[in-house]
Nanobody, 123 residues
Framework: VQLQESGPGLVKPSQTLSLTCTVSGGSITTNYWSWIRQPPGKGLEWMGAITYSGSTYYKPSLKSRTSISRDTSKNQFTLQLLSVTPEDTAVYYC??????????????????WGQGTQVTVSS
C-alpha cells in the first residue's frame, strides 16, 4: 500500500488546515488509517484514525479541533484541523495499519507511511 499526503504548505493562524491522503495499492474500506504529525524538534504525535467502516478516533487533546473523513470513491481520507496556531506547524503523515492502533507513534507499528508533508502556520 502506498500513501501520499497533499495539501497547502502554509496556513494562516485561526484558519482550517485540510490535508488529504491518497491511497494506492489497497482500499480504504479495509484496514485502518491514521494521521500523525511531528512538530519541529519534537517527537511524533498521533492525531487520530479512521477505520475501514468509517469510524473515527481522536487524540483527546485534539478532539475538539480535529475531524477525519473519507471518500471511498477516490480512495482518500482527509484531516481537518480547526483554528490552527503556530504550534500546529509540523510535518504531517498518513499511515496505514492492519490493526486499530490508538495513540501509537512507533514507525514499525504501522504497515505503511506517506512521505510526509510540511505544514507551516504563519501569517
Amino acid at each position: 500500500v502506498q500513501l501520499q499526503e497533499s495539501g497547502p504548505g502554509l496556513v494562516k493562524p485561526s484558519q482550517t488546515l485540510s490535508l488529504t491522503c491518497t491511497v494506492s495499492g489497497g482500499s480504504i474500506t479495509t484496514n485502518y488509517w491514521s494521521w500523525i504529525r511531528q512538530p519541529p524538534g519534537k517527537g511524533l504525535e498521533w492525531m487520530g484514525a479512521i477505520t475501514y467502516s468509517g469510524s473515527t478516533y481522536y487524540k483527546p487533546s485534539l478532539k475538539s479541533r480535529t475531524s477525519i473523513s473519507r471518500d471511498t470513491s477516490k480512495n482518500q481520507f482527509t484531516l481537518q484541523l480547526l483554528s490552527v496556531t503556530p504550534e500546529d506547524t509540523a510535518v504531517y503523515y498518513c499511515a496505514a495499519s492492519k490493526a486499530l492502533i490508538l495513540g501509537q507513534t512507533t514507525k514499525n507499528t504501522y504497515d505503511s507511511w506517506g512521505q510526509g508533508t510540511q505544514v507551516t502556520v504563519s501569517s
